[in-house]
């Protein structure tokens, strides 16, 4: 065995795979006329904000954007970056071609799978999920996690934003009431277990922090070293 956590992923179980592409592009080719419409508030108020901190992060070089969506990271690629985006949604990804016009940002944007990206090993610099990783039941954050560690290249960097179930109890409610909207509008979980799997993946938090209070996890890692033996 390897000692790279990274490559020694074992066989993804295409069962869940299939059904959380199925749910992700059923949810998603229906809400992208009006995704960023129903997230423009939450944008001005606060995504933007922290888009700005955790891009802060980002190596110069090749940057891969994992679930691009509409494309909402955009504006905060470093200059002079080379940029690819990935989502399984062809309509969210038109959208995100519209904005990377409308920017002015020269982005390759491609219809693919996060759990069986098609690069090379260790070819990105920076890797960045931003709430995507909670559109992913518990049993494939392993594998997305270990599938990111793979593209990203030793001493690089995965940048992680996702909603977090807060321990305050009024916000508590506020996200179970919007639980089964979220479910069905955005395909997607308020407590994706990611935190959890870290270790396993092979992957050392630099930056593990809250926001929002406690409702939004921000994480910066790195894969941890690749030692071999001999
Ligand atoms: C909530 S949106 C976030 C979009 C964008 N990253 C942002 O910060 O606004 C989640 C995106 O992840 C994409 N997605 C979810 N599961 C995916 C998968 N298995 N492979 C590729 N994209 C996926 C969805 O299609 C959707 O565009």
């Not at 108020?45 to 190596?59: P, Q, Y």
């Not at 990783?133 to 992680?160: F, H, M, W």
């Not at 910066?220 to 001999?230: C, Y």
């Amino acid at each position: 065995m390897s000692r790279n956590p990274a490559l020694d992923a074992r066989p993804l179980d295409a069962a869940l795979v299939e059904a959380q592409t199925r749910e992700v592009r059923r949810a998603y080719e229906r809400i992208a006329p009006v995704y960023d419409l129903l997230d423009a508030l939450y944008e001005r108020s606060w995504k933007r904000r922290l888009r700005a901190e955790l891009f802060a992060h980002a190596l110069p070089g090749k940057l891969l954007d994992v679930g691009v969506g509409t494309g909402c990271n955009m504006p905060f690629y470093p200059p002079n970056s080379e940029v690819v985006g990935i989502d399984a949604s062809p309509a969210m990804l038109a959208r995100a071609r519209a904005r990377a016009r409308r920017l002015g940002k020269k982005v390759q944007l491609l219809e693919m799978n996060l759990l069986e990206l098609a690069f090379p090993d260790g070819c990105f610099d920076t890797v960045v999920a931003t709430f995507v990783l909670l559109c992913l039941p518990d049993e494939l954050q392993l594998p997305a996690l270990r599938e990111l560690a793979r593209v990203t290249r030793p001493g690089g960097r995965i940048l992680l934003l996702d909603y977090h179930r807060s321990s305050r109890t009024l916000v508590r409610w506020w996200m179970r009431m919007l639980s089964a909207w979220l479910r069905w509008a955005f395909a997607a979980r308020f407590d994706p277990a990611t935190e959890r799997h870290l270790a396993e993946a092979g992957l050392e938090p630099l930056l593990r922090a809250h926001r929002m209070g406690d409702a939004v996890t921000m994480l910066v890692l790195t894969p941890a070293s690749r030692a071999r033996p001999g």
